[in-house]
């Protein structure tokens, strides 16, 4: 894992294991605090309370098993086999409990895979995508709020709106990077309630819904709730706005350099120094500003006809553009696209596994940072041969197997070469594919050039980004130009 036995840091294991030792010796009011117990610039909390009370939790097993692994101060960067061991169980067992049913349950719900074989294959794809074991396992990250996030969905799609309601409160009060779903969701529910009427029951609904939310909140957050100075002092810690557009992670340890980010403001500074000619309070606003627009027409489809086909789309298309636009941006976010892309796996195959493969190529420099090559260069071909076998991609590239019937009609007429349109999206994939492969090769194997050493961590970065604006334009046109609105009992 990255970072491991390198003092001062140590790498995100530390980050974790860090939580653990403050959270059990720590009063709860200490938490976010910086104090001479805890030197919030020795990874100190910057998740919500959720994530503090999970680390609580681990490490109260943990005190059990060995003390040492949480001794206050003494346990810095403490990273002995059998504690290794532990950690990866926690998340395998976070794993088992959360994020695996939920996919498993998701998959036997689909209308369009009601056998028992073409679900346990759905599952299996989804399950097998590289990038979140990657960064699960070798990273060192818990799937917890990608899995209740997933409940949400789940929930949403039997009618259980107070259920999904509470799931995707609890996601966001995991972590605070949930917002890229936030829209979506709150879209989606505000448009069933408009549907229902705002006079009649979709009032009765909304007032629910919104009775529900402000409990779950209340709940995670009441041991900071009798101080309005710890609830402002956990959001400073959440939101640190003043670090600027780049500075998605606190800390610049000479093993991990945030800025090589395969969104538009990172590759945009390939050419354009925007941290030297723009404020950071002017990057936060133009930041919130494109971010904001690009969302937009998707949230106003959603709003104006809720169904849950427009909102998995929607949770795809919204999650790529704050992406790709927002402030903050760590390389791993790309998971929160990447879980709504493997919902839609089933609909649009080849879309989803050309974007799967994507998004794990573009977080190779951090991997090779990670030293998971090997793992990278096995899981990914691996995915690859499961949906070739799976779902036959190759032979899904029309415009009605792409979902852009709708849209090829509406152009008729004006573009001549749309009947060729799948020899061309064939062809662009392979062509994507080997671009990847010579990269991956290249940024394994071949040393860079002396007077560019970030050369190729900024050609994944910029390559990555190219591939993720034009997902975000597809995406886009799916959800405006689609018609379909399926119904609500089932996950459609």
């Known amino acids: 894992f990255l970072g491991a036995g390198k003092p ?85 067992v976070a794993d088992l409990l959360v994020y695996i049913p939920a996919v498993i349950l998701y998959c036997f719900s689909l209308k369009e895979t009601s056998a028992k074989k073409k679900a346990s294959t759905c599952a299996l794809c989804i399950l097998l995508y590289p990038g979140l074991i990657l960064i699960d396992h070798g990273h060192f990250q818990y799937p917890l709020s990608l899995g209740l996030a997933l409940w949400a969905v789940l929930c949403l799609s039997h009618d259980w709106d107070l259920l999904g309601s509470v799931a995707f409160c609890l996601a966001l009060n995991y972590k605070q990077m949930e917002l890229y779903h936030s829209l979506p969701f709150f879209c989606y529910l505000l448009g ?41 002092q956990v959001l400073r810690r959440l939101f640190p706005i003043d670090r600027g557009l780049f ?52 949230c106003i489809k959603l709003t104006v006809q809720p169904s849950l086909r427009a909102l998995k789309f929607a949770l795809v298309s919204c999650a790529l553009s704050f992406f790709l636009f927002s402030f903050q941006v760590h390389e791993k976010s790309i998971l929160l696209v990447s ?37 990278y260069a096995v899981t990914t071909p691996a995915f690859l041969a499961v949906c070739l076998a799976s779902f036959s991609i190759l032979e899904k590239t029309s415009a009605e197997d792409l979902h852009l019937k709708a849209f090829s009609l509406s152009l008729k007429g004006y573009v001549s070469w749309f009947k060729s349109f799948p020899r061309i999206v064939k062809s662009l994939f392979l062509l994507s594919l080997a671009l990847m492969g ?8 071949a040393p860079p050039p002396q007077r560019l050493p970030d050369l190729f961590p900024l050609a994944v970065a910029v390559v990555s980004c190219l591939h993720f604006l034009l997902f975000l334009v597809y995406f886009n046109v799916v959800i405006l130009w689609d018609s379909k609105n399926r119904g609500q009992k089932k996950i459609s």
């Open 339 to 375: 879980v709504p892309v493997c919902l839609v796996i089933n609909e649009i195959p080849f879309m989803a596994t050309w974007f799967l493969l994507v998004s794990t190529f573009s977080l190779l420099p951090l991997l090779l940072k990670d030293g998971l090559l090997l793992p």
């Open 247 to 298: 500075e998605a992670c606190m800390f610049s340890s000479p093993t991990h350099c945030p800025d090589k980010v395969a969104n538009i403001w990172c590759s945009l500074s390939v050419l354009i120094k925007i941290k030297n000619v723009i404020s950071p309070r002017t990057q936060l606003k133009l930041s919130f500003a494109v971010t904001f627009l690009s969302l937009l027409p998707a």
């Open 8 to 92: 001062p840091m140590y790498g995100d294991y530390e980050a974790q294991r860090h939580w653990q030792e403050i959270t059990y010796n720590l009063p709860i009011r200490q938490w976010y605090f910086n104090t001479s117990d805890n030197n919030l610039q020795y990874w100190g909390l910057d998740y919500p309370p959720l994530t503090a009370y999970h680390s609580f939790v681990c490490a109260y097993i943990a005190k059990l098993i060995n003390p040492d692994w949480v001794a206050l101060h003494t346990s810095r960067g403490y990273e002995s086999q059998p504690h290794k061991l532990f950690m990866r169980t926690t998340v395998f």
């Open 192 to 232: 069933k309630c408009f549907k229902k009427g705002l006079k009649g029951k979709g009032l009765v609904l909304l007032v629910k819904l919104a009775g529900t939310v402000l409990l779950s909140f209340a709940a995670c957050w009441l041991p900071f709730g009798t101080d309005v100075e710890q609830i402002m």
């Open 438 to 445: 010579a990269l991956s090769v290249l940024s394994a194997a």
